[in-house]
């Protein structure tokens, strides 16, 4: 015979699964050497130039994708967690995946991006390292987190890639998550990419996790996109 309690968490368990079989059906991957496929995702306002090679940009976005939805589909969480931009180029992806917008949380301090995109998302007006200093670790683990727009890992008196990282391993992801960085070079004090991508190693080591790449790509712009799933 069932209590209430356990009713309870039957009636939720049961939910999940309906939800987690509902996903299964309609994440789809997407063809990530289309032409066709990368310019539908493409920026395509000429005040977006500024941001570089649009096309890998657009790539990117649908390899971490992609990666997403594997996670997703092998652990049955759905949240993710990334920085986007005015144009909500990566939230516009994530919904075409079939992801909704209350699993997609987006870092952007600078300007409430939802509000200005109508494109549905949990906004998170801060930056990440103010987010994860204000997350609740009792939360359901992130599917997917994309630490994007870092310079060295160790970074600078302002801003403390590792310590974020290190955060995040602690409070906001489990086995089967996908965690995902961009450095860039701007700022590198003479680190190397290899320098960034092995420290990163260690920080994922060090929090008792192993880890599978997933990529390690470097694309125009002195800029390294590395990502793994954890284990």
């Not at 000429?46 to 941001?51: A, F, L, P």
């Not at 987006?106 to 990440?128: D, E, H, L, P, W």
């Amino acid at each position: 015979m069932f209590t209430s309690h356990s009713k309870h968490y039957q009636n939720i368990l049961t939910k999940r699964l309906i939800r987690y079989n509902s996903f299964q059906r309609r994440l789809k991957p997407f063809d990530v050497d289309c032409d066709v496929t990368i310019k539908r995702f493409m920026l395509k306002k000429n005040s977006d130039k500024r941001e570089g090679d649009t096309k890998e940009k657009a790539r990117i976005n649908l390899l971490w994708c992609n990666a997403t939805m594997q996670a997703s589909s092998s652990t049955g969480r759905f949240k993710v967690l990334y920085i986007d931009g005015e144009e909500m180029r990566t939230t516009s992806v994530m919904h075409v995946a079939g992801y909704d917008g209350s699993e997609c949380y987006v870092i952007n301090k600078t300007c409430n991006v939802v509000r200005k995109s109508n494109i549905t998302a949990q906004y998170a007006g801060q930056t990440f390292h103010e987010y994860l200093h204000t997350y609740d670790s009792r939360q359901e683990p992130f599917a997917s987190i994309w630490y994007d727009g870092t310079q060295t890992y160790g970074g600078n008196k302002y801003i403390k890639p590792c310590e974020d990282i290190e955060r995040i391993l602690k409070t906001c992801v489990d086995s089967g998550s996908v965690l995902a960085i961009t450095f860039s070079s701007r700022d590198a004090k003479g680190k190397t990419a290899g320098q960034n991508i092995g420290a990163m190693k260690r920080s994922i080591k060090k929090a008792g996790f192993g880890y599978d790449v997933l990529e390690n790509i470097s694309y125009p712009g002195t800029m390294r996109f590395f990502m793994v799933r954890l284990k």
